[in-house]
């Protein structure tokens, strides 16, 4: 896999997550010691009243090319998603998010794990 800028991996979930209108993709989460893999938020929003986030894995490939895998999303809870750690063993990527209750009224936290490659 290659090094993947973090600027390039917003850029890449900007254009491919879903928009409401009032929306943002932040930064990316690194693991440590990595480069090729990261974990990006984004936030859709209406400005009145829906919103949701979704958590993406993200890598690139040997030929350049921009992967993604949807790891979580908040569409029918409205939670904030933050993300806690990530932990890359080979090619398993291990991503631990959890929220703080706004809606539901109670800190929640999950985990979930995928492969990247081809």
């Given at each position: 896999?290659?090094?993947?800028?973090?600027?390039?991996?917003?850029?890449?979930?900007?254009?491919?997550?879903?928009?409401?209108?009032?929306?943002?993709?932040?930064?990316?989460?690194?693991?440590?010691?990595?480069?090729?893999?990261c974990v990006v938020s984004h936030a859709?929003?209406?400005g009145t009243s829906y919103g949701f986030d979704t958590?993406?894995?993200?890598?690139?490939?040997?030929?350049?090319?921009?992967?993604?895998?949807?790891?979580?999303?908040?569409?029918?809870?409205?939670?904030?998603?933050?993300?806690?750690?990530?932990?890359?063993?080979?090619?398993?990527?291990?991503?631990?998010?959890?929220?703080?209750?706004?809606?539901?009224?109670?800190?929640?936290?999950?985990?979930?794990?995928?492969?990247?490659?081809?």
């Open positions: 896999m290659s090094i993947i800028a973090p600027e390039e991996a917003r850029n890449y979930i900007s254009k491919i997550a879903p928009m409401l209108g009032c929306d943002f993709t932040y930064a990316p989460s690194f693991p440590e010691g990595r480069q090729d893999v859709a929003e209406d958590l993406y894995l993200v890598w690139k490939m040997q030929d350049g090319k921009i992967q993604h895998r949807e790891i979580a999303n908040s569409r029918t809870t409205k939670e904030y998603i933050g993300i806690r750690s990530i932990k890359v063993e080979g090619d398993k990527v291990t991503v631990e998010y959890g929220g703080s209750g706004v809606y539901s009224g109670s800190p929640w936290s999950s985990s979930r794990t995928a492969l990247i490659g081809d």
